[in-house]
């Protein structure tokens, strides 16, 4: 893996990084390292032919890959937070966000029943007819849709997970 | 939970707890024990002489004169008009008499709910058994010596581990995998080598007159008690709803505790004949634990396999269909037998891969049948244990070592706190959950000893010395920690705070985003370059469904669990519908209530008409062919509840009436026929509502041809069994129609009357419900059954992947 203190020096503002995701810094060279391998052309950018379309920009720098990647640690909820520090990026809410963007790909905040059924559609691939998936999406959209505009804002998306253990689901092991 | 217990009982139960106190009842227990006791004595009943008198038989005086005897042989008998003839029944008889007498026990205690909650039902089981024993040695009776090690071992043990093979929550398991291992495994070789060992120790000491155990026969002792039962324990957290982390690590551990145990067990046994032991034979030892897991767990895939194969082509043996799932377990139990391997792991694996593709395989009945079964016998096993530990508890000679004991039960809790606590701290990195000192708290006070150690040390070879001791002691510990445990944990889980899981989660919501934030990990953990659950579950998953679902499951349709569970969820809101429309008048003051919001109205027989015709659509809309997961549950002594279920029904429910309420209001914008936007008031169709009710019920025989054709069959739906062939459907609803009603959102009457008027282009009818007109146009619009309704088809399988992978 190489020393840690020649990779860190490599990657600009990794102070700043550090502090804003909460990664320690053998986290981040072994981030950078992956990165590194996933960025076959060694152009400083990972696009969607790397690895497969998951992100909806065209390029993601390392920046925003470990600012992705920090989502996922597991949430610690020991420490008191000092409320005047903004919301760390792997708390719950911040989780939440993640996945809400998932969905909400306009970014106006709400998912659309056909945002829904994109996201549908994807997960489900061949199992499902058009109108089953309409079906689904429509009890989906009842289920959660509290103020009836037929859309599901993302206070209606926490709420109707308020009791799943978001960070079991939305951790990876190794990130902590 | 009583959902599922026989009227009779109920009956009964009621009558008992009205007119009889408690201590009648102990009477009537002592009456059935005493007839089971007048039957017990094993030989003193002989056979009857069928003849009147001895005196018959006998030969007539030889004539010296030797002349023909008239009689040749006078041993005339007559023909026996009654006789008995006890010995030839004997075996099954008592059998079936102890059946019964733990069975009416169990049925005694729970009659007082109270009891139950309180009191785990292993601790009434063996205080009743205590009570048995007492009586038996007051009379000088030996309880029926059956618990042998083979029955043991091959008729009794399987069903319990069977029943929590087959009830293991899969997901959590798989999951949790490597945390329920390294405590299961790890976990009791450290208990008994430490308690082992530290016995050995204490046996050095002169004082307890205990020194001829050696090492062997002690670290035998040892095993034997490190086998975990905590039966009452995941009751309780069954109840609370503890962390599942937590539930299944408990779960888990105890049945492969078990295995883990049944093999040390035989190893020591083994061993303990042995006058010395190499180091070779450590080794051995070692490797030989290993074979024998790892080949359990190769014989249990080999016969989960060929089992889930089989039931491909039973549709026309649908009677046979659970006997295969038994043979094909009790087959992999007695070939891992056979071969020394670990027969436990087996039968667990096979139950655990059949499981799935069985289900799916066979029909909703036979599912049915096979859960319940599954659930008889374990109960049987484990209720015949228990009982059999009380009585065995009075009736045998005890060897009483104050020492011996008190320093056995004191390493045993002190050796698996121990464990717990340096295993937690070993593992706890690899967890995405870290266990808290809660959680390991609760680890530790779970580790009830129950039937398994009590067999195992009632069925010891006679060689061992001091086998006696070893019961005594194996009876102290099962006794403290049941009772003493078993008892106490419910406050102390209130009381220490455990994290709690929601086991609420039926709402497709929470699916849909768990779904979701799996896809996303699953993407994530690949660019991490890190393998981790989601990636194997993932890998696991697409080999599952390109090649094993294809061989093993018949007409194999890859069904997302999404829409399994959407399926599932609206036909529990139909079937609500369903049981609303039975319940006859006790629903009319809500038909009434709503009627009063939308004003004064007609008749109620023009209710029945319609709302029955609103029922169908909704359930032709949204009922079809449903594979009913198995529900997930766990406890020994009761068959699952299905009470959250309501809610969910009554939430929809309400989720439809009101949408449909709304949209009434709202103009229309579904395509298909153009309806006025104006909504109507009935007040002023009186006129009309004569003629009405003639064509509802001519509607009536269209729908349910069509949805007959669809394949549905309601009364099934009702018992909660897949829709079969619709033609008992037709008629249980034709009966039900006169005396039932439904609830029914205000616009019923909308629906129907909207529904002549695109039929029979009435020009009048304006009311827009566009929701369930919807619903009620389908099945007109064409004219092959097969194409009625999208959500009654079955998606086809398109070969063509629609994008990139």
Same mark, same amino acid.
Request: proline content about 5%.
């Given at each position: 893996?190489?020393?840690?203190?020649?990779?860190?020096?490599?990657?600009?503002?990794?102070?700043?990084?550090?502090?804003?995701?909460?990664?320690?810094?053998?986290?981040?060279?072994?981030?950078?390292?992956?990165?590194?391998?996933?960025?076959?052309?060694?152009?400083?950018?990972?696009?969607?032919?790397?690895?497969?379309?998951?992100?909806?920009?065209?390029?993601?720098?390392?920046?925003?890959?470990?600012?992705?990647?920090?989502?996922?640690?597991?949430?610690?909820?020991?420490?008191?937070?000092?409320?005047?520090?903004?919301?760390?990026?792997?708390?719950?809410? @911040?989780?939440?966000?993640?996945?809400? =963007?998932?969905? &909400? *790909? #306009?970014? !106006?905040?709400? +998912? /659309?029943?056909? %945002?829904?059924?994109?996201?549908?559609?994807?997960?489900?691939?061949?199992?499902?007819?058009?109108?089953?998936?309409? @079906?689904?999406?429509?009890?989906?959209? =009842?289920?959660? &849709? *509290? #103020?009836? !505009?037929?859309? +599901? /804002?993302?206070? %209606?998306?926490?709420?109707?997970?308020?009791?799943?253990?978001?960070?079991?689901?939305?951790?990876?092991?190794?990130?902590? | 939970?009583?959902?599922?217990?026989?009227?009779?009982?109920?009956?009964?139960?009621?009558?008992?707890?009205?007119?009889?106190?408690?201590?009648?009842?102990?009477?009537?227990?002592?009456?059935?024990?005493?007839?089971?006791?007048?039957?017990?004595?094993?030989?003193?009943?002989?056979?009857?002489?069928?003849?009147?008198?001895?005196?018959?038989?006998?030969?007539?005086?030889?004539?010296?004169?030797?002349?023909?005897?008239?009689?040749?042989?006078?041993?005339?008998?007559?023909?026996?008009?009654?006789?008995?003839?006890?010995?030839?029944?004997?075996?099954?008889?008592?059998?079936?008499?102890?059946?019964?007498?733990?069975?009416?026990?169990?049925?005694?205690?729970?009659?007082?709910?109270?009891?139950?909650?309180?009191?785990?039902?292993?601790?009434?089981?063996?205080?009743?058994?205590?009570?048995?024993?007492?009586?038996?040695?007051?009379?000088?009776?030996?309880?029926?010596?059956?618990?042998?090690?083979?029955?043991?071992?091959?008729?009794?043990?399987?069903?319990?581990?069977?029943?929590?093979?087959?009830?293991?929550?899969?997901?959590?398991?798989?999951?949790?995998?490597?945390?329920?291992?390294?405590?299961?495994?790890?976990?009791?070789?450290?208990?008994?080598?430490?308690?082992?060992?530290?016995?050995?120790?204490?046996?050095?000491?002169?004082?307890?007159?205990?020194?001829?155990?050696?090492?062997?026969?002690?670290?035998?002792?040892?095993?034997?008690?490190?086998?975990?039962?905590?039966?009452?324990?995941?009751?309780?957290?069954?109840?609370?709803?503890?962390?599942?982390?937590?539930?299944?690590?408990?779960?888990?551990?105890?049945?492969?505790?078990?295995?883990?145990?049944?093999?040390?067990?035989?190893?020591?046994?083994?061993?303990?004949?042995?006058?010395?032991?190499?180091?070779?034979?450590?080794?051995?030892?070692?490797?030989?634990?290993?074979?024998?897991?790892?080949?359990?767990?190769?014989?249990?895939?080999?016969?989960?396999?060929?089992?889930?194969?089989?039931?491909?082509?039973?549709?026309?043996?649908?009677?046979?269909?659970?006997?295969?799932?038994?043979?094909?377990?009790?087959?992999?139990?007695?070939?891992?037998?056979?071969?020394?391997?670990?027969?436990?792991?087996?039968?667990?694996?096979?139950?655990?891969?059949?499981?799935?593709?069985?289900?799916?395989?066979?029909?909703?009945?036979?599912?049915?049948?096979?859960?319940?079964?599954?659930?008889?016998?374990?109960?049987?096993?484990?209720?015949?244990?228990?009982?059999?530990?009380?009585?065995?508890?009075?009736?045998?000679?005890?060897?009483?070592?104050?020492?011996?004991?008190?320093?056995?039960?004191?390493?045993?809790?002190?050796?698996?706190?121990?464990?717990?606590?340096?295993?937690?701290?070993?593992?706890?990195?690899?967890?995405?959950?870290?266990?808290?000192?809660?959680?390991?708290?609760?680890?530790?006070?779970?580790?009830?000893?129950?039937?398994?150690?009590?067999?195992?040390?009632?069925?010891?070879?006679?060689?061992?010395?001091?086998?006696?001791?070893?019961?005594?002691?194996?009876?102290?510990?099962?006794?403290?920690?049941?009772?003493?445990?078993?008892?106490?944990?419910?406050?102390?889980?209130?009381?220490?705070?455990?994290?709690?899981?929601?086991?609420?989660?039926?709402?497709?919501?929470?699916?849909?985003?768990?779904?979701?934030?799996?896809?996303?990990?699953?993407?994530?953990?690949?660019?991490?370059?890190?393998?981790?659950?989601?990636?194997?579950?993932?890998?696991?998953?697409?080999?599952?469904?390109?090649?094993?679902?294809?061989?093993?499951?018949?007409?194999?349709?890859?069904?997302?669990?999404?829409?399994?569970?959407?399926?599932?969820?609206?036909?529990?809101?139909?079937?609500?519908?369903?049981?609303?429309?039975?319940?006859?008048?006790?629903?009319?003051?809500?038909?009434?209530?709503?009627?009063?919001?939308?004003?004064?109205?007609?008749?109620?027989?023009?209710?029945?008409?319609?709302?029955?015709?609103?029922?169908?659509?909704?359930?032709?809309?949204?009922?079809?062919?449903?594979?009913?997961?198995?529900?997930?549950?766990?406890?020994?002594?009761?068959?699952?509840?299905?009470?959250?279920?309501?809610?969910?029904?009554?939430?929809?429910?309400?989720?439809?009436?009101?949408?449909?309420?709304?949209?009434?209001?709202?103009?229309?914008?579904?395509?298909?026929?153009?309806?006025?936007?104006?909504?109507?008031?009935?007040?002023?169709?009186?006129?009309?509502?004569?003629?009405?009710?003639?064509?509802?019920?001519?509607?009536?025989?269209?729908?349910?041809?069509?949805?007959?054709?669809?394949?549905?069959?309601?009364?099934?739906?009702?018992?909660?069994?897949?829709?079969?062939?619709?033609?008992?459907?037709?008629?249980?609803?034709?009966?039900?129609?006169?005396?039932?009603?439904?609830?029914?959102?205000?616009?019923?009457?909308?629906?129907?009357?909207?529904?002549?008027?695109?039929?029979?282009?009435?020009?009048?009818?304006?009311?827009?419900?566009?929701?369930?007109?919807?619903?009620?146009?389908?099945?007109?619009?064409?004219?092959?059954?097969?194409?009625?309704?999208?959500?009654?088809?079955?998606?086809?399988?398109?070969?063509?992947?629609?994008?990139?992978?």
């Amino acid at each position: 893996m190489g020393s840690t203190n020649s990779t860190l020096s490599k990657i600009p503002n990794v102070e700043e990084l550090m502090r804003e995701t909460g990664f320690s810094p053998a986290h981040i060279v072994r981030l950078y390292d992956r990165f590194e391998s996933l960025d076959k052309e060694k152009t400083g950018h990972l696009r969607p032919e790397d690895f497969g379309a998951i992100n909806r920009q065209d390029t993601v720098d390392f920046h925003s890959f470990v600012r992705i990647l920090a989502h996922f640690r597991p949430a610690e909820n020991n420490r008191p937070r000092d409320p005047s520090l903004p919301e760390p990026v792997n708390s719950r809410i @911040s989780k939440l966000k993640f996945a809400f =963007q998932l969905y &909400d *790909l #306009d970014k !106006d905040g709400k +998912i /659309s029943r056909a %945002e829904l059924l994109q996201v549908l559609r994807s997960m489900m691939e061949m199992q499902v007819t058009e109108e089953q998936l309409e @079906s689904i999406a429509d009890r989906t959209i =009842q289920e959660a &849709d *509290l #103020d009836r !505009d037929d859309a +599901i /804002s993302f206070e %209606e998306f926490r709420k109707s997970l308020e009791k799943v253990n978001i960070d079991h689901k939305m951790s990876i092991r190794f990130l902590r | 939970m009583r959902g599922i217990s026989h009227p009779t009982s109920g009956a009964v139960g009621e009558f008992f707890s009205k007119r009889l106190s408690m201590t009648m009842k102990l009477a009537v227990y002592f009456l059935t024990t005493g007839l089971t006791l007048l039957t017990l004595p094993c030989g003193s009943f002989t056979e009857v002489p069928s003849k009147p008198s001895g005196t018959v038989t006998v030969l007539p005086p030889v004539h010296p004169a030797g002349g023909p005897q008239a009689f040749p042989n006078a041993e005339k008998s007559d023909l026996p008009v009654f006789a008995m003839n006890y010995s030839r029944i004997q075996v099954p008889f008592e059998i079936t008499l102890w059946v019964l007498l733990a069975s009416f026990a169990k049925i005694g205690f729970h009659i007082y709910h109270k009891v139950t909650f309180w009191v785990p039902e292993s601790c009434l089981l063996i205080s009743i058994g205590l009570m048995v024993g007492a009586i038996m040695h007051a009379v000088h009776e030996e309880p029926p010596s059956v618990l042998s090690y083979n029955i043991f071992f091959l008729y009794i043990l399987p069903p319990m581990v069977l029943d929590s093979g087959y009830f293991m929550p899969t997901r959590p398991f798989f999951e949790n995998i490597g945390t329920v291992l390294w405590f299961a495994v790890v976990g009791t070789l450290w208990n008994s080598i430490g308690v082992g060992m530290s016995l050995y120790g204490v046996c050095q000491i002169g004082a307890l007159e205990v020194q001829d155990i050696n090492l062997q026969e002690n670290l035998l002792f040892a095993s034997i008690i490190s086998a975990v039962d905590p039966v009452a324990v995941l009751n309780v957290f069954e109840d609370v709803s503890v962390n599942e982390q937590l539930y299944i690590v408990v779960f888990g551990e105890s049945l492969f505790s078990d295995a883990v145990t049944v093999v040390l067990y035989n190893m020591f046994t083994f061993v303990a004949e042995m006058p010395v032991v190499e180091t070779v034979d450590v080794f051995l030892g070692v490797a030989k634990f290993f074979v024998v897991g790892l080949g359990g767990l190769a014989f249990g895939l080999v016969f989960g396999f060929v089992a889930s194969f089989t039931t491909r082509f039973t549709s026309n043996v649908r009677e046979i269909e659970p006997l295969f799932i038994f043979m094909y377990s009790y087959l992999a139990y007695l070939v891992a037998e056979l071969f020394n391997i670990s027969s436990i792991m087996a039968i667990v694996t096979c139950a655990l891969t059949m499981k799935y593709y069985v289900e799916e395989n066979v029909t909703q009945r036979s599912c049915t049948t096979i859960r319940h079964v599954v659930k008889m016998l374990s109960s049987i096993s484990e209720t015949l244990i228990f009982f059999f530990l009380g009585v065995v508890t009075i009736t045998t000679e005890h060897e009483w070592n104050w020492g011996y004991i008190l320093f056995t039960l004191l390493f045993a809790f002190l050796w698996r706190g121990l464990g717990i606590l340096v295993l937690t701290q070993i593992i706890n990195p690899f967890r995405t959950i870290p266990f808290n000192f809660k959680d390991q708290f609760m680890l530790g006070y779970s580790g009830l000893r129950g039937a398994v150690t009590f067999a195992l040390v009632f069925t010891l070879p006679d060689h061992i010395v001091r086998k006696k001791l070893f019961v005594t002691a194996t009876i102290c510990i099962i006794l403290f920690t049941v009772f003493i445990q078993g008892i106490s944990i419910r406050p102390l889980v209130e009381f220490i705070n455990v994290r709690r899981t929601n086991r609420n989660l039926d709402t497709i919501n929470v699916e849909v985003h768990s779904r979701l934030m799996e896809h996303a990990i699953a993407g994530i953990e690949d660019i991490c370059g890190q393998w981790g659950h989601y990636y194997w579950k993932d890998k696991f998953m697409k080999f599952n469904n390109q090649i094993l679902r294809k061989i093993l499951i018949k007409d194999n349709q890859a069904e997302s669990s999404i829409v399994a569970l959407y399926k599932k969820l609206e036909l529990q809101n139909a079937m609500e519908i369903l049981d609303t429309v039975s319940e006859g008048t006790s629903t009319a003051p809500s038909v009434i209530s709503l009627r009063k919001e939308k004003g004064p109205g007609k008749p109620k027989r023009k209710f029945v008409a319609a709302d029955l015709r609103k029922m169908h659509d909704i359930l032709s809309k949204n009922m079809y062919k449903i594979r009913q997961q198995t529900t997930e549950y766990t406890t020994k002594h009761s068959l699952p509840n299905d009470s959250h279920t309501k809610e969910i029904l009554i939430r929809r429910h309400g989720t439809i009436r009101r949408s449909l309420r709304l949209r009434s209001f709202q103009s229309p914008t579904l395509s298909g026929g153009g309806y006025p936007s104006a909504p109507r008031s009935r007040i002023g169709q009186p006129s009309r509502s004569s003629s009405r009710v003639s064509l509802p019920l001519r509607r009536l025989d269209t729908l349910t041809e069509v949805s007959s054709s669809a394949g549905v069959d309601l009364v099934d739906e009702r018992s909660g069994g897949r829709g079969r062939a619709g033609g008992r459907g037709k008629s249980r609803l034709n009966s039900s129609s006169s005396d039932s009603r439904v609830p029914a959102p205000p616009c019923h009457f909308d629906s129907s009357e909207v529904f002549h008027g695109n039929r029979d282009s009435m020009p009048e009818q304006e009311e827009p419900l566009s929701l369930s007109v919807t619903w009620a146009e389908e099945p007109s619009d064409h004219d092959d059954s097969s194409t009625q309704n999208p959500l009654l088809r079955r998606p086809r399988w398109n070969p063509v992947k629609p994008k990139n992978p």
